[in-house]
């Protein structure tokens, strides 16, 4: 726990109001659509009308069942009550231990909301906090297991294995990088909780590309 926690506070830094927006944009869908679009063109000229129609179904599958499998350890989502007795784990910016108090988590929670003033007036200087959390990015409670790392993992796998292409899968590979990234630099999750998403999106990416190959065949190279 401590390495991670010490991982954790060697990656998350305050880069400014700039790369903080960056990486809320980093974070976010609305920047990605262009590269769906391309994975979209890419498996369809690969595959053809029917072997796209089958992959952004089975994409869907993976994908959302990513995002579900994530919430059963965050107690949310449809399955979210499978574990009831499972102890989830605040995200970093909700971490007491990392600021060094002692409070509750949802204590820090509250904190974390309020203003700079209200801070002030209430005796804490965030100023000398270790995390660095920009506040469009406070929210949820919980952070195991990192859904954004499970579900573009889960993409991630089954574009690549389908168009298998070189600099194709270098730059899917360098996207999956700076989202997980982008996690850790707005405090969302600890470097743990990417590993165990990356780990269970690219689990069900792989089974996602057995089934498709299974049901239809795609062509080993096309220029």
């Known amino acids: 726990m401590n390495c991670d926690h010490d991982l954790f506070l060697a990656l998350n830094f305050d880069g400014g109001p700039m790369l903080d927006r960056a990486m809320l944009a980093v974070s976010g869908t609305l920047l990605w659509i262009p590269l769906y679009l391309l994975i979209v063109w890419l498996v369809w000229r690969r595959t053809g009308a029917r072997g796209l129609a089958l992959f952004l179904l089975l994409t869907a599958a993976a994908v959302g069942l990513s995002d579900m499998v994530a919430g059963i350890f965050k107690h949310n989502g449809p399955l979210g009550g499978l574990l009831p007795d499972f102890a989830p784990r605040w995200r970093p910016m909700f971490t007491p231990s990392l600021e060094g108090l002692d409070i509750a988590p949802d204590s820090l929670r509250a904190l974390r909301r309020m203003t700079p003033e209200a801070l002030a007036a209430a005796g804490y200087d965030p100023a000398g906090w270790n995390v660095h959390v920009p506040v469009e990015a406070v929210s949820g409670r919980y952070g195991t297991v990192s859904a954004h790392a499970a579900t573009i993992a889960a993409l991630s796998l089954l574009a ?48 996602a590309w057995l089934a498709l190959r299974r049901l239809t065949s795609v062509p080993r190279r096309r220029p």
């Open 160 to 207: 690549a294995a389908t168009i298998r292409r070189r600099w194709f899968t270098a730059l899917i590979v360098c996207c999956t990088t700076l989202i997980c990234y982008s996690r850790i630099y707005l405090a969302k999750h600890f470097p743990a909780d990417i590993a165990w998403g990356l780990g269970l999106g690219l689990l069900l990416g792989w089974a």
